[in-house]
């Protein structure tokens, strides 16, 4: 197929070359093991063990509370310490499980065991999805189980294999589609056999010629599956552009995939959903990029849930005296990190340490406005990010929702593109939370 992208995004330097050619090192963790309870979309996951209780590896150890939720496993064999608030690496205390590792890996009974799926239905497919605490793994951290239920199953035309890994710096997609090739097209086959109408795309940034020629090799016989190169492109990954790029379609302002026929889930999430369905293995591990020119020695790893930060930090060879920021994920969307003793959690993919804090240049740099329609042209969703600007500014609230300001995806590109290096993105996420609330506000208030 030809090469495809999507209306506006931007050109940052890509820096994939400090990983992109580093298969994945597999971290075995030694200190104690970490677990939030919200490390998902939706509601925290509820404790259903206490301190001093042995756990082994795949042990289900909170329970989803509400539809949308997800089941949270320990990755490790050893004893409950302790149920507490600890700091996340943003530096926010959230509540935790926190287990002493014993450095065994015992696994729970039956965890890991190959089973035979092929006469498995639709619903026992779904609820080992959900058994298994898989969600989405590009970032979002949404339900897959829920994602997999669609109010009109009938009408899902496309499954969309998101490839893409547009972020700056991060490989682990790319080394998944690499190495792991067999996993991802598995899970491929078991979500479309959800959906037989549905055909599955493999959508790859044309960045990443080996993971594109590894898929094609893979799909050649299969008959619903073929792969997409995309243009490269930030932000390619986002649902919304991935869907327009892969089927010419555009979404409506707070519509999701599947109103357009189309289910989104990213490769380690089908890779995740082959070992929940065909292993009964709970989400455990995952791909992790530790990247940028602040790291001694940049590492594609294979990591357990919960392990610190800190550990991470340390197999790739520690931080350079001269770094200045690690950012959790990609330098475009990712926080700041200020706590290294924080886990990894399932939503997470990258530590990103850098030598330059562009943010507190861009602060020094900052000017007026110019009115220059840069930010405007490089919107992803065709918004206008210097009169949503003004609107935060004047705590307008009410214009900023006029705005579509609720629909911004925050992918940093009006700022990356603003010559007078205004903080277009940190406004905006500081305003969506009363965004959202006052769209709640509004519609109660037309119920009522």
């Known amino acids: 197929m030809g090469i495809y992208s999507f209306r506006g995004g931007v050109h940052p330097k890509g820096n994939k070359e400090l990983t992109a050619g580093k298969a994945f090192v597999r971290l075995i963790p030694k200190g104690d093991m970490v677990y939030p309870l919200s490390q998902h979309l939706g509601k925290p996951a509820s404790p259903l063990v206490k301190k001093n209780d ?6 289900l150890i909170a329970k989803a509370d509400g539809f949308i939720s997800a089941n949270i496993h320990s990755s490790c064999s050893g004893k409950v310490k302790a149920i507490e608030r600890r700091l996340n690496a943003s530096g926010v205390p959230v509540d935790c499980i926190v287990i002493a590792n014993d450095g065994q890996f015992t696994p729970a009974p039956g965890v890991g065991e190959e089973v035979d799926y092929s006469s498995f239905s ?13 969600v989405g793994l590009g970032g979002a951290g949404f339900p897959t189980n829920v994602k997999l239920m669609p109010k009109n199953p009938d009408e899902i035309r496309y499954i969309i294999a998101n490839g893409a890994e547009c972020e700056p710096g991060i490989t682990c997609d790319d080394r998944l589609m690499r190495e792991y ?8 086959k078991i979500v479309l056999s959800l959906f037989p109408a549905a055909s599955g795309i493999i959508a790859i940034e044309d ?17 619903r599956m073929s792969v997409l190169t995309l243009k490269t492109m930030y932000p390619q990954g986002g649902e919304r552009n991935l869907v327009h790029a892969a089927t010419g379609m555009y979404m409506e302002s707070g519509a999701l995939p599947a109103s357009l026929g189309c289910i989104v889930d990213n490769v380690a999430t089908l890779s995740a959903i082959y070992r929940a369905v065909a292993f009964n293995e709970p989400l455990m591990e995952k791909g992790f990029t530790a990247t940028g020119d602040g790291f001694n020695e940049p590492t594609n790893f294979m990591v357990r849930i919960g392990t610190s930060l800190r550990e991470i930090t340390d197999a790739a060879g520690g931080l350079k005296e001269e770094t200045r920021k690690l950012i959790l994920g990609g330098p475009m969307m990712g926080p700041a990190v200020s706590n290294l003793d924080a886990p990894l959690v399932k939503a997470n993919n990258a530590l990103t340490a850098q ?5 507190e240049k861009a602060e020094l740099e900052m000017n007026s406005c110019i009115r220059c ?11 206008i990010p210097q009169q949503m600007a003004r609107a935060c500014e004047r705590n307008d609230i009410e214009r900023f929702v ?18 007078a290096k205004r903080p277009l993105t940190q406004l905006f996420k500081q305003t969506k939370p009363m965004a959202m609330s006052y769209i709640r506000m509004q519609a109660q208030k037309k119920e009522a």
């Open 402 to 419: 006029k705005l579509h300001g609720a629909d911004c995806i925050q992918c940093g590109t009006c700022s990356f593109i603003c010559p």
């Open 54 to 59: 042995p756990v082994l590896a795949g042990q």
């Open 373 to 383: 329609g840069r930010c405007t042209r490089v919107c992803p969703l065709g918004l």
């Open 355 to 359: 030598l330059e804090d562009e943010v």
């Open 122 to 134: 639709k619903e026992e497919i779904i609820a080992k999805v959900k058994e298994c605490g898989i």
């Open 207 to 223: 960045n990443k010629p080996e993971s594109i020629r590894a898929m094609e090799e893979a799909v050649k016989n299969e008959e």
């Open 181 to 188: 090739t067999d996993w991802i097209i598995k899970g491929l």
